[in-house]
């Protein structure tokens, strides 16, 4: 449901949307100048290195030509000038000393009160100091070893038991920290880089040290000054070395240990950011350009063309297509848009076909437009080359001449009209004369030859009508190619032969390229041409013999609503085989439930006695939707679907919603479950289709219908479909309704016309009677309209038939 939904409302965009339409007109505009493209770049000799030069060739205009070596060079030269890009972490140290201090401080504040209670026991008596002093040295001691996690997190590195237990025995020493932090910081602040052998690479030019922490840089050149991870290890020692000279072996092994585990590399090689340096200076550098003056020689006769001197030449042809390819295609695209916006305006904008079949009539004609400037850019190209290489003298004009292109004229006078064939037949020659270079030669006898060809397409019915259009404008095109050739001054005597016998195939093969794309646009674009429609209308096809047997009485309907809508479409000028054909269709929705419908009950047994009326007008309405399928899967055409679903209109069945207001009452009925779906007809041959089904259905209850009941009941039943709006989209006028119901008043006059009666003496006497004449009758008296009539029909909109 929601696919089938989605495919209506795409159908419905793509068939109304007005830009659709402009796209169709720039798409084509786009392809065809795509296809002028090789006409609009002037052909020069294209050379390769080490070719000789046939003539000297000289700058047209000044230009400037790039030299890429030199460029290239000046780019890379640029690069190996940026400085190698270094990040330093300058607030390593202070960071360091931090921690440190802080690790020293937190554990000397525990280890402090034990030399404080070790001065306090010397004056109290040894007993009981002794034993106080041994608890408290205990509690310490343990409360110093929970805290040596605590104090390896704080400081930044592992620390060993042992060296744990010397700063223990030290009550971590001021003076032990500030050792260590002195001696870090001053190796530290001097610059401590992770790969020294590659900083050193750089030493020529120095590198930009880049701190990480304040985002300033400085260009540093001394190098050598900066310590690498082993060399700053080693520097420990010999730093330490002052520093620690009065300390014990123990506590100078430990504060260098320290010192060392410290130490980490605080300059770092800042890889992304140098490269990234490195090419933005290389985009920086302008490309290398020297002038190449007007007059200039590029390249000289007999001379091997060398790289330069290749270079110089492309530089200058690419230069001059470059610029005429664009001139010149925004001016044939212009030109081109130009006429074909005039052409929609003027001719195919407010035609009855686009309007009604909106934008599939413009892109079928826009495919088949493109289609045939596609064989005329290919034919050009061919005729060029068998006028060049063919040993027969062939010339190129000749060939053209053979062109099938009054096919595409053809093709669109077959589906849509002789009215939108001749303009599209002018877009056709006004296009191939400029993709053959502007020939008015080719315009002219294009134009003739698709507008005649188009015109003897018309009312095509049968095949052979494709051959005898073939036929005549083979012929023309002889006359066509004769008559130009003699304006041109160009009858020379072979030549004249060729261009005869290429025009006379070209009009042959016109004829033989329609009929064979024909079948194939009918199925691209759900086309139904007038051979399609004789097809349908021959009463042996399988559907309407299924409806024959299945259905006799729907069957016979339909013939004769066939006939009347054939009859009355002639009268007003629409097409009275298409209306005919879709006559003949239009209840096939009936074959699923024929018993159900009033004209198939030969029993006298009316299966709606026993249904709710509501159940009946939903078994009524579906023969609608029946109907469609039916034509969908015998692939009827949508001209012949749309006629189904339009041969009722949004009528009301009337019988059923009054018999359902008398059983539930009126206010519980509900009068849109009693109209059929619609739409509205939309074609004068849906109209004709749904007058002519109502007037045929009701005409079978009439009692005695002579002439006068006949016209009487046919001008009411137009009058009250006219009156209940189902005409309004159809494109009836009252002078076409009055023509329609002559046309229906004489066809059922003849159906139900009064036999004569032949009186038995008549037969006795040698088939004579009184008067001596069989043919002779009582005349009548037959009123058209009488005064009663008129008393009774006093909203009758108009007196249909009699005029």
Not at 160 to 187: P, R, V
Not at 229 to 241: C, E, F, N, P, S
Request: charged letters at 25%; a positive charge; aromatic letters at 8%.
């Amino acid at each position: 449901m929601v696919t089938e939904k989605s495919k209506i409302l795409f159908s419905k965009f793509f068939g109304s949307n007005s830009y659709v339409r402009w796209g169709i007109l720039i798409g084509v505009t786009i392809v065809f100048t795509i296809f002028l493209y090789p006409n609009l770049v002037i052909k020069t000799r294209i050379y390769k290195l080490g070719d000789v030069a046939e003539k000297d060739v000289k700058a047209t205009k000044d230009f400037l030509i790039e030299d890429h070596d030199s460029t290239e060079a000046k780019r890379r030269e640029a690069g190996e000038m940026v400085l190698t890009v270094y990040d330093h972490d300058a607030g390593l140290a202070a960071k360091i000393s931090r921690n440190v201090k802080t690790a020293f401080d937190d554990l000397r504040a525990v280890a402090e009160p034990e030399k404080e209670s070790q001065i306090e026991n010397t004056s109290e008596p040894a007993k009981t100091g002794a034993a106080q002093s041994g608890n408290r040295k205990k509690l310490i001691y343990e409360n110093i070893r929970k805290m040596k996690p605590d104090f390896e997190e704080k400081i930044g590195i592992t620390v060993s038991d042992g060296a744990y237990k010397i700063l223990e025995n030290e009550s971590f020493s001021e003076t032990i920290a500030d050792l260590i932090i002195k001696i870090t910081t001053e190796i530290l602040n001097n610059g401590v880089v992770t790969n020294k052998e590659l900083l050193l690479r750089e030493i020529d030019k120095g590198i930009v040290l880049k701190d990480i922490g304040t985002k300033t840089e400085r260009i540093v050149n001394k190098l050598k000054l900066f310590y690498g991870l082993d060399q700053a290890q080693t520097m420990v020692r010999i730093i330490g070395q002052p520093l620690l000279k009065n300390k014990n072996y123990t506590i100078k092994n430990l504060i260098v240990d320290f010192a060392q585990k410290f130490i980490q590399p605080n300059i770092t090689l800042n890889k992304s950011e140098t490269e990234e340096r490195k090419q933005k200076a290389a985009l920086e550098i302008k490309p290398s350009l020297y002038k190449i003056k007007a007059g200039e020689m590029l390249l000289r006769e007999g001379e091997r063309v060398t790289k330069i001197q290749l270079l110089k030449l492309k530089t200058s042809q690419d230069r001059i297509q470059s610029e005429q390819m664009l001139a010149s295609s925004i001016g044939a695209a212009l030109i081109i848009f130009s006429i074909l916006l005039m052409t929609y305006m003027l001719h195919f904008k407010h035609r009855d076909q686009i309007d009604r079949n909106q934008n599939k009539n413009l892109l079928f004609i826009a495919s088949v437009l493109i289609t045939f400037f596609f064989i005329a850019r290919i034919s050009a190209s061919l005729s060029e080359a068998m006028g060049h290489y063919t040993s027969f003298g062939i010339s190129a004009s000749s060939v053209a001449f053979g062109i099938p292109l009054a096919a595409g004229a053809m093709t669109v006078c077959l589906f849509v009209g002789l009215d939108l064939a001749i303009p599209f037949a002018m877009l056709l020659a006004i296009g191939t004369a400029i993709i053959f270079q502007n020939r008015f030669d080719i315009f002219i006898y294009f134009l003739i030859s698709g507008s005649m060809s188009a015109y003897w397409m018309q009312s095509c019915r049968e095949r052979k009508v494709f051959i005898k259009a073939g036929l005549k404008l083979s012929l023309l095109n002889v006359v066509l190619v004769t008559a130009i050739g003699g304006y041109m001054a160009n009858l020379a005597g072979f030549k004249l032969l060729w261009d005869w016998a290429f025009a006379f195939l070209g009009g042959i093969g016109a004829g033989i390229v329609t009929a064979g794309i024909a079948p194939l646009v009918e199925i691209a674009f759900d086309y139904t041409t007038d051979i399609k429609l004789l097809e349908l209308a021959n009463l042996d096809q399988p559907i309407l013999r299924k409806l024959m047997i299945e259905a006799p009485g729907t069957y016979h309907h339909s013939v004769i609503v066939g006939s009347m809508v054939e009859a009355a479409a002639a009268e007003i000028g629409a097409n009275s085989l298409l209306a005919k054909v879709c006559g003949y269709y239009h209840d096939i929705g009936k074959i699923n439930k024929p018993l159900y419908f009033i004209e198939n009950q030969i029993d006298g047994i009316n299966r709606h006695d026993k249904l709710a009326p509501s159940m009946s007008s939903l078994i009524l309405i579906s023969h609608i939707k029946d109907g469609v399928e039916i034509a969908k899967q015998n692939k009827l055409g949508q001209t012949i679907i749309d006629t189904i679903r339009q041969s009722h209109g949004k009528s009301l069945i009337s019988f059923f919603y009054e018999k359902a207001k008398k059983l539930r009452g009126e206010d519980a009925v509900k009068i849109e479950d009693f109209r059929y779906p619609g739409p509205k007809p939309q074609t004068r041959e849906a109209g004709l289709v749904m007058l002519a089904d109502v007037v045929e259905a009701a005409s079978r209850t009439m009692a005695n219908p002579t002439p006068s009941r006949i016209q009487k009941h046919v001008q009411d039943l137009i009058n009250k479909v006219f009156s209940d709006g189902q005409l309004d989209n159809c494109e009836l006028t009252l002078k076409d309704l009055n023509n329609i119901a002559k046309s229906f008043i004489k066809i059922l006059s003849g159906i139900y016309h009064h036999r004569v009666e032949y009186p038995e003496q008549a037969f006795l006497n040698n088939g004579k009677g009184k008067n001596g004449s069989p043919d002779r009758q009582p005349p009548k008296q037959i009123q058209d309209i009488s005064e009663e009539n008129k008393a009774k029909s006093p909203g009758r909109l108009k007196r249909l038939g009699l005029s």
